[in-house]
């Protein structure tokens, strides 16, 4: 996802000062609903920070067993949900404004952060010690401030993947070539593995002044990550052309790796340009795999590293990666909708440059059609539990509310392990009144503002796993053929068939077929039907999808105008601003919801910076005068963030009368909301002017 560009840009975008709200005001459909970075209030409804065992590692290290991690003390599952947090974001917190975080991650239901961009060049966000003509040593202010915030994440419960390379630029000093980029070759080169180990050391031996333990042992570290989003094999770009543009010193070292692997395979030495594509894409496959293997030696045996360990994300290479990810622990992978496309110069914001689908997954997932949901699906090997730690709907997009709901459903039916989203990018420093960036999480209400909700389905699992699981069983060398693509290998397997997330879950064996033809096979295995439903249906452009559990129901759609119900809950809205909308209802004590003592209600359609500037599509934006350069070229408005104002009556269902409170963004009781209740239903009406998306129902 270029995620140096994006982040480069983003430190840009952040410190620069955006205009407010326009002259006229906020529009009369909408009301400011900004929601704090620091907010710890807790004992609220909102606070679902009971889910988390404290501190992280309580019940022991987190293990691999099978398709589920689970406590090394208690040999229980445990799923994961959180965010990515990285740069500044990590490393220029106050001390009590760290403390404070970690306390309002742990309220909206995080349980794990993915450290990210903590080796990067900038000093503001680098734990490295950026003066130097090397990148050998770290920075000790910026350490401490890294271990302090490890600390207090640890302390609320919240565990942690420590990285070993995002972004990270060897120096002169280093003792590389000039011009030596931080992909591909840090992959094969002796000389940047062998600073990738010292890196290693360094971090994951340093012992933590606040924790007593170093990262290597302690059990709140479930993994370690060795490389964002890199590998040797790339199908989508032309991998001779990076081939040709490496330094003479890397030049001759790749070619004496591919002498001893033609050595290896019992073949005649010859040139690596006298090699063909297809023998190159074996090489270079071969040559990941020998990456993972050389890095997990050295962590495993030497460091004596205890937390699991992983590659990169199986996206990266296609079904090459395959064989890479067999080496590591667990599956991770990446996945945005509605990122930004470009038709000139990427990460470049300039009108008529850039745009965003903007538009919602649900009719992907009614009717046949590939999105982001399916395409991770499609990537899962059997036998290891799955991560997704980026994962994301860029602003601006008018159905966010969609994602968290959406994310914890498909996860919960697909079995996965952890879910991520990216990125925490605020720090006190800046406004925390707007939605500060494209992938922003925790100043967006219609992101963060559904975590408490999502945690809850998916942590306590509302929804079972599908009852069916499709397996398919690829040829010898899968990487060779179906254009080294998981859709095509699919869409091969069914004959174009589309598969329901919601009823089948999908994964790729690890048994292979003696052949290196497009030949497939499939198996399925049929398991206990889930006892609850979940479905997706369009009408037209429109879209609905429907869930529901004894403890959680989904109601996600073009309800504005109409009437929506699932499980006995039943939302019935005027119209509003796109008609599209989430409603959320849980239960926040383990019991069904009629019989439930504490119930949240999360309910909301489109969230918005004032001011923004949107083209007559509403997927792009308009150039603003005296922008910041570069990627915010676009004008994303000013804050306060606004919402749109619901008006609907809402029903479900209740063994008894229940009291019910529409709740500030950090869930105080800001008023009491008049209810009926009669013949096992209660009712009640929002209004325009309660300018709420939480509400409260107690006994």
């Not at 890196?199 to 007593?212: C, K, S």
């Not at 070292?253 to 050595?263: A, D």
């Not at 709740?663 to 909301?673: I, N, P, Y």
Request: overall charge positive.
């Amino acid at each position: 996802m270029m995620k140096k560009a994006f982040l480069l840009l983003f430190a840009a975008f952040t410190s620069a000062t955006l205009p407010a709200a326009t002259a006229a005001g906020t529009p009369a459909e909408y009301y400011p609903s900004p929601m704090k970075w620091n907010d710890d209030l807790r004992g609220v409804a909102t606070d679902v920070s009971f889910l988390n065992t404290r501190p992280a590692g309580a019940n022991g290290r987190i293990l691999a067993r099978g398709e589920e991690f689970v406590e090394s003390g208690t040999g229980n599952p445990i799923r994961f949900i959180g965010i990515g947090m990285g740069g500044r974001a990590a490393l220029e917190l106050s001390k009590e404004d760290a403390r404070k975080l970690a306390a309002h991650l742990a309220k909206n239901g995080v349980n794990i952060v993915r450290f990210h961009n903590i080796d990067g060049g900038n000093p503001r966000d680098s734990i490295l010690d950026t003066t130097r003509n090397d990148t050998r040593k770290l920075n000790p202010v910026m350490l401490d401030r890294f271990d302090w915030l490890f600390a207090c994440l640890k302390a609320e419960g919240i565990y942690l993947i420590m990285p070993l390379k995002v972004n990270r630029q060897l120096k002169s000093g280093d003792g590389v070539p000039a011009g030596t980029g931080h992909k591909f070759v840090g992959r094969f080169a002796a000389r940047w593995i062998e600073l990738q180990k010292e890196f290693a050391r360094q971090t994951l031996l340093h012992v933590n002044p606040y924790t007593g333990l170093a990262p290597a042992e302690d059990p709140a570290v479930v993994g370690i990550e060795l490389n964002n989003e890199d590998c040797l094999f790339r199908p989508w770009i032309d991998n001779e052309a990076r081939i040709r543009q490496l330094s003479s010193v890397h030049r001759a070292e790749l070619e004496e790796l591919w002498k001893e692997f033609r050595r290896t395979a019992n073949q005649p030495e010859s040139p690596l340009d006298a090699a063909t594509p297809a023998e190159k894409a074996e090489f270079l496959t071969a040559m990941d795999a020998r990456y993972n293997r050389i890095m997990r030696d050295f962590l495993k045996n030497e460091l004596k590293v205890k937390p699991l360990i992983v590659d990169t994300q199986m996206d990266w290479g296609g079904l090459a990666g395959l064989e890479r990810e067999a080496l590591s622990d667990y599956i991770d992978t990446h996945g945005y909708w509605n990122h930004p496309e470009f038709r000139g110069t990427p990460w470049k914001f300039t009108r008529g440059n850039w745009y965003v689908r903007n538009e919602s997954q649900l009719k992907y997932l009614a009717e046949p059609g590939q999105c982001k949901l399916t395409e991770l699906a499609s990537w899962r090997p059997a036998g290891k539990p799955f991560s997704i730690s980026e994962y994301d709907y860029p602003y601006p997009c008018d159905y966010t509310v969609e994602m968290m709901p959406l994310l914890a459903l498909t996860a919960s039916r697909q079995n996965w392990n952890a879910l991520h989203l990216f990125i925490h990018g605020m720090t006190a420093h800046y406004d925390t009144s707007r939605i500060t960036g494209m992938f922003d999480q925790t100043n967006h209400p219609g992101k963060i503002g559904f975590f408490p909700a999502a945690a809850l389905i998916y942590r306590t699992r509302m929804f079972e796993p599908a009852g069916e699981c499709e397996e398919l069983i690829l040829p010898r060398k899968p990487h060779t053929l179906f254009a080294n693509r998981f859709d095509r290998a699919w869409e091969k397997s069914s004959g174009g068939k589309w598969r329901n997330l919601f009823t089948t879950r999908q994964v790729i064996s690890n048994r292979r077929l003696p052949l290196d033809s497009e030949t497939i096979e499939t198996e399925r295995k049929t398991g206990a039907a889930p006892k609850t439903t979940i479905s997706v249906n369009a009408q037209g452009d429109e879209v609905f999808l429907r869930a529901a559990s004894p403890r959680g129901i989904v109601l996600i759609g073009h309800f504005g105008g109409k009437s929506m119900e699932s499980g006995g809950f039943r939302i019935t809205a005027r119209e509003f601003p796109g008609n599209f909308g989430a409603a959320v209802l849980v239960s926040r004590t383990g019991e069904p919801i009629a019989s439930s003592a504490s119930c949240l209600l999360t309910v909301a359609g489109r969230f918005d910076n004032q001011g923004i500037r949107f083209n007559r599509r509403r997927n792009s934006t308009q150039v603003s005068a005296g922008s910041v350069p570069g990627m915010i070229d676009c004008q994303l408005g000013g804050g306060p963030v606004i919402a749109t104002r619901l008006d609907a009556d809402i029903a479900l269902p209740a063994d008894g009368p229940r009291k019910i409170y529409r709740l500030t963004t950090e869930g105080a009781r800001k008023g009491e909301v008049p209810g009926n209740w009669s013949d096992g239903t209660l009712s009640f009406r929002i209004e325009p002017d309660h300018e709420a998306i939480y509400y409260e129902i107690t006994r």
